[in-house]
């Protein structure tokens, strides 16, 4: 096929087609796979943080908490979180992809099923903080393997996809926990979910290897990926971050979308019983649906990011649109920041796409 021909048909020349790439159903397209199994990490992710969401009744009526003592359990994860992410990235520099997700699949994956061995306040605070700490390494990971399978112009979508199983978790999540709870008690729902992870292990360590030493990924392939090379990483100093625009405002859309993000993921189950009355083998449908909205958004997002303009899809991003279901505050970032760039004010978010 011409080059014209191609422009012509709106596709790329550069990516691998079946007249280029051997025969196969995932010839010259086994980037995806990797996508797949990103997505696969992910939702288990959510399925190990939000499996203690949906118990949050019983095990108050089992262990005795108050919904103060539940909160500390809460932030003591979101520290230990937060902690993780200013030491994994590094790590997953040093060990490379495939060795360093592992190991945050295995460091997390045991910490969840350590939940079914505690029967104090304290040993659910150790459980917490280490889930929250291992479970840190998911998307410095992720992002990092995207970097390395996918051209430039496909990684919004490929992170749109993968990024969708934050939301198929927990969607999962509060339709398995009550039935393996039903059957064998609470426990076995945290050792259930935490093995989850040694079968993603198997397929990962199987499966991954960088695109130039994989024996899946066509030479058409890999030349297509490397067409957008990664740049030569620089270091930066922490308090340098913040002379950029770009800082303060993702801070901003984060600041305005996680509370009421984490308020679904830990809160939304126990309002669904307490307020409305749902048992807790009831609860799905509703859940389901805040989630199932939330995909719709994530991976709508990611398309729109190919057919906007750079700096639009950014304004948008960064001003807290990832997530679908939540209130329109995110919407009138968005809204607020064209209305400005069209009146010649660009203001901070307008600027900050431009800097």
């Given at each position: 096929m011409e080059p014209e021909q191609t422009l012509e048909r709106g596709l790329d020349p550069r990516?691998?087609?079946?007249?280029?790439?051997?025969?196969?159903?995932?010839?010259?397209?086994?980037?995806?796979?990797?996508?797949?199994?990103?997505?696969?990490?992910?939702?288990?992710?959510?399925?190990?943080?939000?499996?203690?969401?949906?118990?949050?009744?019983?095990?108050?009526?089992?262990?005795?908490?108050?919904?103060?003592?539940?909160?500390?359990?809460?932030?003591?994860?979101?520290?230990?979180?937060?902690?993780?992410?200013?030491?994994?990235?590094?790590?997953?520099?040093?060990?490379?992809?495939?060795?360093?997700?592992?190991?945050?699949?295995?460091?997390?994956?045991?910490?969840?099923?350590?939940?079914?061995?505690?029967?104090?306040?304290?040993?659910?605070?150790?459980?917490?903080?280490?889930?929250?700490?291992?479970?840190?390494?998911?998307?410095?990971?992720?992002?990092?393997?995207?970097?390395?399978?996918?051209?430039?112009?496909?990684?919004?979508?490929?992170?749109?996809?993968?990024?969708?199983?934050?939301?198929?978790?927990?969607?999962?999540?509060?339709?398995?926990?009550?039935?393996?709870?039903?059957?064998?008690?609470?426990?076995?729902?945290?050792l259930v979910t935490g093995a989850l992870g040694f079968v993603w292990l198997i397929l990962w360590l199987a499966i991954y290897r960088k695109p130039e030493e994989h024996a899946r990924c066509t030479k058409q392939e890999l030349a297509y990926i490397q067409a957008d090379?990664?740049?030569?990483?620089?270091?930066?100093?922490?308090?340098?971050?913040?002379?950029?625009?770009q800082t303060w405002t993702f801070a901003l859309g984060k600041f305005l979308t996680d509370p009421i993000w984490w308020f679904y993921l830990f809160w939304i189950p126990d309002y669904m019983q307490r307020v409305h009355g749902l048992k807790l083998s009831g609860i799905f449908l509703p859940v389901f649906t805040i989630y199932l909205i939330s995909d719709i958004g994530s991976v709508a997002r990611a398309l729109g990011q190919r057919r906007q303009k750079m700096d639009h899809a950014r304004l948008c991003a960064l001003g807290g649109a990832d997530r679908a279901d939540l209130p329109p505050v995110r919407t009138v970032v968005c809204h607020a920041g064209d209305r400005a760039r069209r009146r010649g004010s660009p203001g901070l978010l307008g600027k900050s796409v431009h800097s």
């Open positions: 990516e691998p087609s079946a007249a280029t790439a051997p025969a196969g159903l995932l010839a010259g397209r086994y980037r995806w796979v990797i996508c797949g199994l990103l997505f696969l990490g992910i939702t288990k992710n959510y399925m190990d943080r939000q499996v203690l969401g949906v118990l949050k009744v019983p095990l108050q009526h089992e262990l005795g908490w108050s919904d103060i003592q539940y909160g500390h359990l809460v932030t003591v994860f979101q520290m230990a979180y937060a902690l993780g992410m200013l030491c994994v990235g590094r790590l997953m520099d040093r060990l490379g992809t495939r060795v360093g997700y592992a190991a945050a699949m295995v460091f997390w994956s045991l910490a969840s099923m350590a939940h079914a061995a505690a029967n104090s306040f304290l040993s659910f605070l150790i459980a917490r903080a280490s889930l929250g700490f291992g479970e840190a390494g998911v998307f410095p990971a992720s992002i990092k393997t995207i970097a390395e399978w996918f051209p430039k112009r496909e990684r919004a979508l490929a992170t749109g996809i993968f990024n969708a199983g934050t939301s198929v978790g927990a969607m999962i999540t509060p339709w398995l926990v009550p039935w393996i709870t039903g059957r064998w008690g609470w426990r076995w729902s945290f090379p990664i740049p030569a990483p620089q270091k930066l100093p922490w308090m340098g971050l913040l002379a950029y625009r």
